[in-house]
């Protein structure tokens, strides 16, 4: 069946643009601070502060005598101005000015007073040691340096600060997924709470796991990407971790924000985006199991005022598979240009191509794997048959537009396809008997696109004595599901110990077990962030979502047709003391329609309707990279669909999830952590099957917990060796319908890194780094049914050397 033709069009321009961008992309000297504006959130206080916080912001370099800012103050700054603006607003009334000397650098003095290479007299022109501030700039959408992020805008559609969030949030920074080499998005998100995942062999093919004790694939929209819908169906393929700014998880019913979503919470990518400052990056590594891979990240202006930026990221990989007769081989490139005429437009195009050879692992028997009469390593298709080729490309655009007075435009649009060959030998149909294997053929051909869109207006105001950040939104999501499902004609045996390949099986094309699915949601939404006195934060939202879907079975020809409307709401509220300490409390609501009929009363199926309490605390010392988080939380699902023994589906599912979860995030000079523990107990409430009343969902542990921490030894004479490695406990989970539960598990991770520099100079950005994940080869498994179990991931050891420039 052919995939759509459109799609080599869509490669050639992606290559095309890869061309122009890397012959463009030369570093561009620029003399002055970077046009667009800063949103900055700075209480009135000593000028020498407001001067750090600026500098932590903006990232730009400022140097001046220490006695220059003593006993001055600055006034409180919120909003956004350009940089220029904004360190003018901080000096006013100071009998101080500037003067930039360069793109990221400034000088402070007294009106009046030149200045001179490399220093800044006083008023006696004594010269005076000047304080250099240099910090990394951090906007909700940026980068992040080491582990511990204070910012993020997918708890509330704005650039808040984490701790003015009241909801649960988790930033993975992208020098954590380097250092744990994640290679895909579930192994991104192992040390982070309220997360369970299935096994490698599947969740490097499809991004697919459970938050909160809740699925969060497919329909159910909680994949986000740069804050809008990124999955049209389960296998659009998984999202490439190298392509990451950052990985953000908001816990918790989240459909105020979002729309239809399943209540668990939202998995949201944040793109690699065009960079202000010139960017070179190689990597080239190689692993077990012959893994050889190129990857590669350029960005920087393209001409000298700084108006045109942009951002080459790419990778290229050919390896096997620790699963015999298994490619894990991958292409991925991501180009992206961002146009700023002025300081308050900015337009940034987003594009991306991916390409996936590889195979499936079918699901086993859990008695199978638990004896270990299957090796892990054995491969249970057919060579001549069994494949998975996928390919993805996303194309979209985000703008931006700030009015007079403070009014910010925000519009953003993609669109999103994907074509898969899907072909595999079906072998969870029995046990394993007399050593033989029982399996059918499977021929599936999936197809999947989405169109999505967000526009808001955002304005900060006072009013009543109170700041607020008022947001009021639309957002559209259309999404398509053309899928093609074929079977053999029957069983094809296959001795587990020895293995003889029969070829490629017959397929049966006249029955076709697939369908088409094609959907409409759109919602209008508005939420007011109120701040009163700089210790209060109050947070209240609503929105209001249509959806309609058709689906059209190609087994029977039967058409199936659904309209769904909801309101959904949030409200939270945060107290902000100057310690640091910031407890908060908050309820949310989610809501997401499901196709299909109720047998009881034929009649269509409501959709699932989510409601969340939440309270909790967060810990974040001013100026300190220290970031701990704790919430308890209470949330359910009602209107699930149950099945009684005789498989027909009834409306009468019901779901508790309740917990506790603790996060911990330090950058500490050369000691990085990151900390996590998760209590879960997802209850069975209500179904229409009485076995299930009261089980332990599956996949879900009630207990998880995580420790990694990285350590540069400089300090202790082994300049430029870092160490580095991780704990990861999964606990023991539920198989409802087997007495038998999936056996807990502890696995291990290590990194060393030596930074070439510390020999000479010459090597500055050169580094070599081991890595190795499940160091101690442990044998595990998962399950999300009896005859639903995969091998876990043994032990992979990766070397990359890289280079940066």
Known sequence: MPRASGRRYFIRILLAASVAAIALGQPAQAQQPSTGNVTFNLPAQSLASALAAYAQQTGIKMAYPATLAAGKSAPALRGAYSRTDALGRLLAGSGLSYRFTGAASATIFDVGVPTTTGSVPDNNSVLLDKITLQARMEGAWGPVDGYVASRSASGTKTDTPLIETPQSVSVVTTDQIRNQKAVSLAEALTYTPGISTQSQTFSRMVDDLMVRGFNAAGPSGNFLRDGMKSQAAVYDLAQEPYGFERLEVLRGASSMLYGQLAPGGAINAISKRPTETPLHEVNVEYGNYDRKQVSADFGGPLNADGTLLYRLTGLFRDADNWVDETPDDKIYIAPALTWKPDEATQLTLLASYQHVDTR??????????????????????????????????????????????????????????????????????????????????????????????????????????????????????????????????GPVLLDVDNPV????????????????????????????????????????????????????????????????????????????????????????????????????????????????????????????????????????????????????????????????????????????????????????????????????????????????????????????????????????????????????????????????????????????????????????????????CRYGEPLTVTATISKKW
């Open 501 to 788: 390949y029969a070829g490629a099986p017959t397929i049966n094309y006249r029955v076709d077990r697939g369908s088409d699915t094609a959907s409409d949601q759109y919602g209008f939404y508005l939420q007011d962030q109120i701040k009163i006195h700089d210790k209060w934060v109050l947070l209240l939202g609503g929105r209001y979502d249509w959806s309609d879907s058709t689906t059209k079975s190609y087994q029977n020809g039967s058409v199936t047709e659904q309209n769904d409307d909801a309101f959904t709401g949030r409200a939270g509220l945060v107290y902000l003391f100057d310690n640091g300490i910031a407890p908060y409390v908050s309820v949310s609501q989610s809501f997401s329609p499901q196709a299909g009929l109720d047998y009881r009363t034929n009649t269509a199926l409501k959709p699932n309707e989510g409601l969340q309490y939440e309270a909790g605390v967060r810990y974040q010392p001013d100026g300190s990279d220290l970031l701990v988080s704790a919430a308890v939380y209470d949330l359910t699902q009602t209107n699930l669909v149950s099945y009684d023994s005789n498989g027909f589906s009834y409306q009468l599912g019901k779901v508790r999830s309740r917990g506790f979860e603790l996060e911990a995030r330090a950058q500490i000079d050369d000691l990085g952590i990151v900390g996590a523990y998760t209590y879960t107990d997802t209850r069975i409430l209500e179904s229409a099957n009485p076995l299930e009343v009261g089980q332990q969902q599956t996949l879900v542990p009630r207990n998880t917990l995580s420790l990694w921490a990285d350590y540069k030894l400089d300090t202790l004479g082994l300049s430029g060796l870092t160490i580095g490695g991780g704990l990861r406990y999964v606990g023991k989970t539920n198989l409802i319908d087997n007495k038998q539960d999936v056996p807990d598990y502890l696995l291990a991770d290590a990194m060393v890194k030596y930074d070439f520099a510390a020999i000479d100079h010459k090597y500055e950005g050169t580094s070599l780094t081991l890595n190795a994940r499940n160091l101690f080869d442990k044998k595990y498994y998962t399950c999300v049914s009896s005859d639903g």
């Open 360 to 489: 499936f692992m079918t699901p086993l028997f859990l008695q199978d794997i638990s004896t270990g009469r299957i090796p892990r390593d054995r491969f249970l298709g057919e060579p001549d048959f069994d494949k998975y080729k996928g390919d993805s490309y996303a194309l979209g655009y985000i703008f931006d537009h700030e009015f007079d007075g403070g009014l910010k435009l925000h519009h953003q649009a993609r669109y999103l396809a994907s074509d898969v060959d899907w072909d595999y030998m079906i072998a969870n149909l029995a046990p394993v008997t007399d050593g033989k294997l029982a399996r059918i053929a499977s021929k599936r051909f999936e197809n999947s696109y989405g169109f999505t869109t967000d526009t808001s207006l955002e304005k900060t105001f006072e009013a009543m004595g109170a700041e607020h950040t008022l947001l009021a939104g639309f957002d559209t999501y259309r999404r398509g599901y053309d899928t093609h499902r074929y079977r053999g004609t």
